[in-house]
Protein backbone atom coordinates (compact mmCIF):
# COMPACT_ATOMS: atom_id res chain seq x y z
CA UNK A 1 0.00 0.00 0.00
CA UNK A 2 1.19 3.41 -0.66
CA UNK A 3 1.94 6.33 1.80
CA UNK A 4 0.85 9.73 0.54
CA UNK A 5 3.84 11.99 0.30
CA UNK A 6 3.66 15.18 1.50
CA UNK A 7 5.27 18.28 0.24
CA UNK A 8 4.79 20.82 2.33
CA UNK A 9 4.33 20.98 6.50
CA UNK A 10 0.77 21.27 7.60
CA UNK A 11 -2.38 21.23 5.18
CA UNK A 12 -3.44 25.01 3.85
CA UNK A 13 -6.69 26.46 5.77
CA UNK A 14 -9.52 26.57 3.88
CA UNK A 15 -11.36 29.82 2.97
CA UNK A 16 -12.92 31.23 5.96
CA UNK A 17 -16.26 30.23 4.56
CA UNK A 18 -18.65 32.87 6.42
CA UNK A 19 -16.33 36.06 4.85
CA UNK A 20 -17.20 34.64 1.96
CA UNK A 21 -20.87 34.23 2.46
CA UNK A 22 -21.15 37.76 3.26
CA UNK A 23 -19.17 38.58 0.45
CA UNK A 24 -21.88 37.03 -2.18
CA UNK A 25 -24.44 38.15 0.00
CA UNK A 26 -23.45 41.18 -1.11
CA UNK A 27 -23.16 40.43 -4.55
CA UNK A 28 -18.99 39.72 -4.92
CA UNK A 29 -18.62 37.42 -7.95
CA UNK A 30 -15.09 36.20 -6.89
CA UNK A 31 -16.13 35.24 -3.24
CA UNK A 32 -18.67 33.17 -5.06
CA UNK A 33 -16.27 31.64 -6.94
CA UNK A 34 -14.08 30.21 -3.88
CA UNK A 35 -16.97 29.55 -2.11
CA UNK A 36 -18.02 27.30 -5.08
CA UNK A 37 -15.05 25.87 -4.78
CA UNK A 38 -14.87 25.29 -1.28
CA UNK A 39 -18.37 23.59 -1.64
CA UNK A 40 -19.35 22.04 -4.63
CA UNK A 41 -17.77 18.97 -4.03
CA UNK A 42 -19.49 18.07 -1.01
CA UNK A 43 -22.55 19.43 -2.33
CA UNK A 44 -22.17 16.77 -5.08
CA UNK A 45 -21.43 14.10 -2.94
CA UNK A 46 -24.36 14.54 -1.18
CA UNK A 47 -26.58 14.80 -3.53
CA UNK A 48 -25.60 11.83 -5.68
CA UNK A 49 -25.80 9.93 -2.36
CA UNK A 50 -29.19 10.54 -2.30
CA UNK A 51 -30.09 10.82 -6.42
CA UNK A 52 -27.91 7.83 -7.20
CA UNK A 53 -28.07 9.85 -10.75
CA UNK A 54 -25.33 11.60 -12.21
CA UNK A 55 -26.91 13.20 -14.59
CA UNK A 56 -29.40 14.25 -12.15
CA UNK A 57 -26.88 14.99 -8.83
CA UNK A 58 -24.80 17.43 -11.44
CA UNK A 59 -28.16 19.11 -12.24
CA UNK A 60 -29.74 19.26 -8.43
CA UNK A 61 -25.90 20.38 -7.29
CA UNK A 62 -25.95 23.18 -9.96
CA UNK A 63 -29.08 24.50 -8.75
CA UNK A 64 -28.50 24.48 -5.24
CA UNK A 65 -25.18 26.83 -6.44
CA UNK A 66 -27.77 29.43 -8.08
CA UNK A 67 -30.06 28.79 -4.76
CA UNK A 68 -26.81 29.69 -2.49
CA UNK A 69 -26.09 32.83 -5.26
CA UNK A 70 -29.56 34.02 -4.92
CA UNK A 71 -30.24 33.50 -1.19
CA UNK A 72 -27.05 34.46 0.14
CA UNK A 73 -28.47 37.24 2.21
CA UNK A 74 -30.86 34.62 4.00
CA UNK A 75 -27.43 32.62 5.60
CA UNK A 76 -27.86 32.92 9.37
CA UNK A 77 -24.22 32.54 11.39
CA UNK A 78 -26.39 31.86 14.95
CA UNK A 79 -27.70 29.54 13.39
CA UNK A 80 -25.33 27.17 11.81
CA UNK A 81 -21.78 26.94 10.09
CA UNK A 82 -22.11 27.95 5.87
CA UNK A 83 -21.13 24.10 4.81
CA UNK A 84 -23.90 22.97 7.21
CA UNK A 85 -26.59 25.26 5.49
CA UNK A 86 -25.42 24.64 2.05
CA UNK A 87 -25.31 20.98 2.71
CA UNK A 88 -29.33 21.20 4.07
CA UNK A 89 -30.34 22.99 0.61
CA UNK A 90 -28.65 20.21 -1.21
CA UNK A 91 -30.14 17.83 0.77
CA UNK A 92 -32.93 19.49 0.59
CA UNK A 93 -33.44 19.88 -3.10
CA UNK A 94 -32.33 16.39 -3.57
CA UNK A 95 -34.90 14.81 -1.53
CA UNK A 96 -37.75 17.08 -3.26
CA UNK A 97 -36.48 15.87 -6.81
CA UNK A 98 -36.54 12.08 -5.57
CA UNK A 99 -40.27 12.77 -3.91
CA UNK A 100 -40.64 14.47 -7.27
CA UNK A 101 -39.93 11.69 -9.72
CA UNK A 102 -41.91 8.99 -7.49
CA UNK A 103 -44.80 11.43 -7.84
CA UNK A 104 -44.09 11.14 -11.55
CA UNK A 105 -43.99 7.81 -11.58
CA UNK A 106 -46.74 7.15 -9.71
CA UNK A 107 -48.90 9.02 -11.91
CA UNK A 108 -47.89 7.53 -14.72
CA UNK A 109 -48.51 3.87 -13.20
CA UNK A 110 -51.91 5.10 -12.33
CA UNK A 111 -52.84 6.16 -16.03
CA UNK A 112 -51.56 3.15 -17.26
CA UNK A 113 -53.93 1.17 -15.04
CA UNK A 114 -56.52 3.06 -15.82
CA UNK A 115 -56.09 2.80 -19.35
CA UNK A 116 -55.90 -0.64 -19.17
CA UNK A 117 -59.24 -1.30 -17.04
CA UNK A 118 -62.48 -1.51 -18.94
CA UNK A 119 -65.04 1.02 -18.81
CA UNK A 120 -67.25 -1.51 -16.26
CA UNK A 121 -70.37 1.68 -16.43
CA UNK A 122 -70.43 1.31 -19.98
CA UNK A 123 -70.58 -1.81 -20.08
CA UNK A 124 -73.02 -2.48 -17.44
CA UNK A 125 -74.93 -0.05 -19.17
CA UNK A 126 -74.51 -1.35 -22.54
CA UNK A 127 -75.65 -5.06 -20.54
CA UNK A 128 -78.50 -3.75 -18.98
CA UNK A 129 -79.83 -1.38 -21.74
CA UNK A 130 -79.62 -4.90 -24.17
CA UNK A 131 -81.28 -6.62 -21.31
CA UNK A 132 -84.18 -3.87 -20.75
CA UNK A 133 -84.68 -4.32 -25.14
CA UNK A 134 -85.26 -8.12 -24.72
CA UNK A 135 -87.42 -7.47 -21.86
CA UNK A 136 -89.71 -5.01 -23.81
CA UNK A 137 -89.53 -7.12 -27.11
CA UNK A 138 -90.31 -9.94 -25.12
CA UNK A 139 -93.09 -8.22 -23.45
CA UNK A 140 -94.83 -6.31 -26.96
CA UNK A 141 -95.21 -9.97 -27.78
CA UNK A 142 -97.50 -11.02 -25.27
CA UNK A 143 -99.50 -7.89 -26.40
CA UNK A 144 -102.97 -8.44 -28.86
CA UNK A 145 -102.23 -8.14 -32.38
CA UNK A 146 -104.40 -4.86 -32.87
CA UNK A 147 -102.63 -3.35 -29.53
CA UNK A 148 -98.99 -4.11 -30.59
CA UNK A 149 -99.63 -2.32 -33.93
CA UNK A 150 -101.20 0.43 -32.65
CA UNK A 151 -98.23 0.84 -29.83
CA UNK A 152 -96.08 -0.39 -32.67
CA UNK A 153 -96.91 2.83 -34.71
CA UNK A 154 -97.11 5.16 -31.88
CA UNK A 155 -94.19 4.72 -29.89
CA UNK A 156 -91.51 2.64 -32.55
CA UNK A 157 -92.79 5.18 -35.87
CA UNK A 158 -93.52 8.18 -33.92
CA UNK A 159 -97.04 8.93 -35.09
CA UNK A 160 -99.14 10.67 -32.99
CA UNK A 161 -102.73 8.99 -32.38
CA UNK A 162 -104.45 11.09 -34.49
CA UNK A 163 -102.69 9.59 -37.39
CA UNK A 164 -102.76 6.14 -35.86
CA UNK A 165 -106.05 6.07 -36.63
CA UNK A 166 -106.14 7.56 -39.82
CA UNK A 167 -103.52 4.74 -41.28
CA UNK A 168 -105.53 1.92 -39.77
CA UNK A 169 -108.94 3.17 -40.25
CA UNK A 170 -110.37 3.49 -37.07
CA UNK A 171 -112.13 5.54 -34.69
CA UNK A 172 -109.05 7.97 -32.53
CA UNK A 173 -111.07 6.58 -29.42
CA UNK A 174 -110.37 3.27 -30.27
CA UNK A 175 -106.55 3.98 -31.30
CA UNK A 176 -105.95 5.66 -27.70
CA UNK A 177 -108.09 2.11 -25.90
CA UNK A 178 -106.24 0.12 -27.16
CA UNK A 179 -103.11 2.20 -26.68
CA UNK A 180 -104.33 2.42 -23.05
CA UNK A 181 -104.59 -0.85 -22.33
CA UNK A 182 -101.26 -2.23 -24.18
CA UNK A 183 -99.39 0.21 -22.14
CA UNK A 184 -101.17 -1.42 -19.00
CA UNK A 185 -100.27 -4.61 -20.21
CA UNK A 186 -96.32 -3.57 -21.10
CA UNK A 187 -95.93 -1.58 -17.41
CA UNK A 188 -97.52 -5.06 -15.64
CA UNK A 189 -95.31 -7.23 -17.52
CA UNK A 190 -92.27 -5.46 -16.89
CA UNK A 191 -92.61 -4.83 -13.28
CA UNK A 192 -93.44 -1.03 -13.57
CA UNK A 193 -95.35 0.42 -10.65
CA UNK A 194 -97.14 3.43 -11.17
Known sequence: MKEAVRLRGAPEPGPDLQELMHRVAGGDHDAFASLYDAVSGPVLGLVRSVLRDPAQSEEVAQEVLVEVWRTAARYR??????MTWVLTLGHRRAVDRVRAAQAATDREQRAALLERMPAFDDVVEQVEARLDREQVRRCVRTLTEI????VTLAYYRGLTYREVAELLSVPLGTVKTRLRDGLIRLRDCLGVTA
Do not use: D, H, L, M
Not at 77 to 82: D, I, L, R, T
Not at 147 to 150: F, G, M
Open 77 to 82: AEKGGV
Open 147 to 150: QRES
